[in-house]
């Protein structure tokens, strides 16, 4: 039974690529690392009721445990290559479960393609629905983007917009807040469901971007661990966040504004590069789709500061999402 599972997961992500010598069906994956590059590798966690709510797609849920790994490459400005799976599967019947598998399977290989990542390796056990996926890439040695490097004077720029996870993860805990249907709640809670590494921007921050990361637990959050990692802080313009017209069609300026500062899941980049630099990271930036804003700048001290528009500072009440707040 397991084996037809992971037969079927296999079928469905299948992908060529030279460097795996020997891929799922082994006891372990055997993985050949182009010379001259490192390795990056990251592995992340989603439960359900906790990373996503319970009666999320199947597929949407194997594009999000994807996704937010490939986000960590993203923020490396690292390129992916393989990852492994660690499915825990509530015991069901077995018409269920394999429903589930394909629609997982099929949301992960969307996403996984266009990347020409492979699926090498996982494990399959049951318990309470939990997706643990690792992936691996490959960047030049020393041109890793870090969290630390960040330097008074740099600006600070987000890729995409701000918020609209969080949104869209309100308006599905709301249900009657905006009637199902609407574009605007529609693309607010694809935005939760399916975020968009921003792997190509990542490759292009390489060497110019002095600190970077990506945003999942909520900007504030997110650029603190630069400034903190750097020995800076940060002071940011809330008027300049990048937010979505669905956002700004659906909430008011302060719920808008606390979404894009606090709320989590939104996978963009948050980096910071030299003055001089700016004008040409967001000429290739908007070449490649997601654009880049520029929200602040680093400055002397440590901790994120929010401008509000009339000039006064802002007391942020949510320092993001804390996993393991009661
Ligand atoms: P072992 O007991 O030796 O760890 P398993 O029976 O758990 O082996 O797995 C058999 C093969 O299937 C291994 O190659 C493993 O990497 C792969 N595999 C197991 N579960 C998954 C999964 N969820 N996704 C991808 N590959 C998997
Ligand atoms: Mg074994």
């Known amino acids: 039974m397991e084996f037809r599972l992971i037969d079927r997961i296999r079928e469905r992500t299948a992908q060529g690529r030279d460097d795996v010598r020997l891929g799922i069906g082994d006891d372990a994956a055997l993985l050949a690392v182009p010379e001259g590059q490192e390795l990056a590798v990251a592995i992340d966690t989603l439960v359900e009721g906790v990373h996503f709510p319970r009666d999320t797609a199947p597929a949407d849920i194997g594009w999000k445990s994807l996704a937010v790994n490939l986000s960590d490459l993203a923020a490396m400005g690292a390129t992916p290559a393989w990852a492994l799976l660690a499915l825990t599967l509530p015991k069901t019947s077995v018409e269920s479960t394999q429903a589930f598998i394909d629609g997982f399977a099929e949301g992960f290989a969307q996403l996984a393609q266009p990347h020409r990542l492979a699926l090498v390796g996982g494990d399959t056990t049951s318990g309470p629905l939990t997706i643990s996926v690792a992936v691996h890439g490959f960047v030049p040695p020393g041109k890793a983007l870090r969290r630390a490097g960040a330097k008074v004077g740099d600006v600070v720029l987000v890729t995409g917009t701000l918020g609209d996870a969080a949104a869209g993860l309100y308006l599905l805990q709301h249900a009657s807040r905006v009637e199902a249907g609407d574009a605007r709640r529609e693309y607010l809670i694809e935005r939760l469901n399916r975020p968009t590494p921003r792997l190509a921007a990542g490759v292009a921050l390489r060497a110019r971007a002095n600190a970077c990361q990506d945003i999942s637990d909520g900007l504030l959050a997110d650029l603190g661990h630069i400034c903190a990692q750097s020995g800076v ?94």
Do not use: M, N
């Open 233 to 326: 802080g940060a002071e940011i313009d809330s008027a300049w966040l990048p937010r979505s017209s669905a956002l700004l069609g659906l909430f008011d300026e302060t719920s808008a504004r606390d979404f894009a500062l606090s709320g989590g899941d939104d996978y963009e980049l948050c980096f910071t590069v030299p003055a001089a630099r700016v004008a040409d990271v967001q000429a290739d930036l908007a070449r490649l789709g997601c654009g880049a804003t520029r929200i602040g700048r680093i400055v002397e001290g440590e901790g994120v500061r929010v401008r509000e528009p009339d000039g006064s500072w802002l007391e942020p009440g949510r320092r993001g999402w804390d996993h393991f707040a009661a």
